[in-house]
């Protein structure tokens, strides 16, 4: 079964606006930018979200609670142990984490062929976590997403848990992740301009 995306010129052509207007207000993380372009340029392709992975202090009111949580700190590069410190002293209440974000992309493909290509590029590259996320005539979307996390508690209710050897160790090892995502994200740069529609 040939499963293929009906009206997926038009689907780019909203995605592609909808990125515009993010460019636009700043919304896109910088260093992704060379990637979703090339990505974008693919005739088979578009993205529809990206996060070039991140470092981050959160303060929630419990673990999971997206809605109600305060990023203290946040950062899409390798990060100082002080930017850390600085971001734990805002905590007062809630649950204090220290969290790393793989990188993750979400990308329409034309057909099924070509979402298995980009999927195979992808785990290939060390995106390991990366699958088909929905599979339908209405929409084949490819997710990349990487293996790189933690999610580590430092404190509750403005008290800290850890001494600052232990932050400096956490950070260490998050900056480690960091350099190690962000060389897969080059690669798949270097490498995604060779899913080039195949002749029939």
């Known amino acids: ?22 460019l636009e207000g700043g919304k896109v ?7 979703l372009e090339k990505i974008n340029s693919l005739e088979n392709y578009f993205t529809t979200s990206s996060c070039s992975g991140r470092i981050s ?3 929630m009111p419990h673990f999971g609670d997206k809605v109600n949580s305060v990023w203290l700190g946040k950062w ?5 142990v002080e930017e850390v410190l600085d971001a734990i002293g805002k905590h007062s209440k809630g649950q204090l984490w220290f969290l790393v974000r793989s990188p993750i992309l979400h990308v329409g493909a034309r057909t099924m062929e070509d979402a298995v290509r980009l999927l195979n590029l992808a785990i290939g590259l060390g995106f390991k976590y990366s699958n088909i996320k929905s599979v339908s005539h209405k929409k ?6 990487s293996t790189e996390r933690m999610d580590v508690p430092l404190g509750a ?4 848990w850890v001494d600052e050897a232990y932050i400096e160790r956490i950070v260490a090892i998050a900056n480690s992740q960091v350099r190690r995502f962000k060389g897969k994200l080059k690669r798949l740069e270097e490498e995604i301009g060779g899913l080039t529609p195949q002749a029939p």
């Open 157 to 160: 209710d403005g008290e800290l």
């Open 57 to 59: 202090v959160m303060e």
């Open 140 to 145: 084949l979307l490819v997710e990349i997403r």
């Open 1 to 22: 079964m040939f499963l293929y995306t009906k009206n997926f010129d038009e689907q780019k052509e909203k995605a592609m606006a909808g990125l515009r207007k993010a």
């Open 29 to 35: 993380d910088r260093d992704i930018i060379p990637l």
């Open 76 to 80: 899409h590069r390798e990060v100082t």
